[in-house]
């Protein structure tokens, strides 16, 4: 891996913290050039809250039911974020619409479980993506790695990986399948960001050879 200082990482995260853990397990074997420095979550009891608190990285719970506006909501994300000068935000299982200041439109990450742009859009998550994949009879699927700007799965695309689909899959036996594929994904695109390797133009992003 190349040496590069490490970046600050603010997760935004929705439920069990798989992706959050990741990303801890790989950040402390020295394999991943990033610090998670604060955390947010859009539910108080999932395990991914706690899975936070236990690295003692600071977790805040801001819930869309405790906005009556999108942009209040929007802004105190924002406002934690600010705080914790972050250089990167990843969204770990992030259910929650926000808008996405300018100046963070190339600082924030998502991971979709499906190859982008299918399978994607407003209420493909989860199971909702495998079900549809299989649905469709597709032969392969995998995950997509995206910057997010302010429309559903529309970033532009970092990397994907891909897996087969199996003919006896159920959405549970793909989700697991691609679920290995996000855990390699998402940390190279993280450190591909560390390294400055990634130069978005227009709707496409390239990666730059290592220095």
């Known amino acids: ?22 990303i801890l397990k790989l950040a402390a074997a020295g394999q991943l050039s990033a610090q998670v420095v604060t955390v947010i979550s859009s539910r108080s009891t999932v395990k991914g809250v706690q899975i936070a608190r236990d690295a003692s990285i600071p977790c805040h719970i801001i819930r869309t039911k405790d906005y009556s506006e999108v942009d209040d909501f929007s802004a105190a994300i924002v406002k934690v974020l600010d705080a914790a000068d972050v250089d990167l935000i990843v969204q770990a299982g992030w259910l929650c619409y926000w808008k996405i200041p300018d100046r963070y439109l ?84 993280i450190q591909l960001f560390a390294e400055n390797r990634l130069q978005i133009t227009n709707t496409r992003v390239k990666v730059l050879p290592s220095p």
């Open 106 to 189: 190339a600082q924030v990450m998502n991971i979709h479980p499906a190859l982008l742009p299918s399978f994607g859009g407003k209420g493909m998550w989860g199971h909702h993506v495998h079900e549809a994949v299989l649905a469709a009879g597709c032969k392969v699927s995998g995950c997509t790695v995206h910057f997010v700007n302010n429309e559903y799965d529309e970033g532009p695309i970092i990397l994907q990986r891909t897996c087969e689909v199996a003919e006896d899959d159920d959405p549970d036996t793909l989700a697991a399948r691609v679920f290995e594929q996000e855990c390699i994904a998402y940390p190279a695109a």
């Open 1 to 22: 891996m190349t040496a590069v200082k490490e970046i600050r990482l603010g997760v935004l995260l929705s439920g069990s913290g798989r992706t959050l853990a990741n």
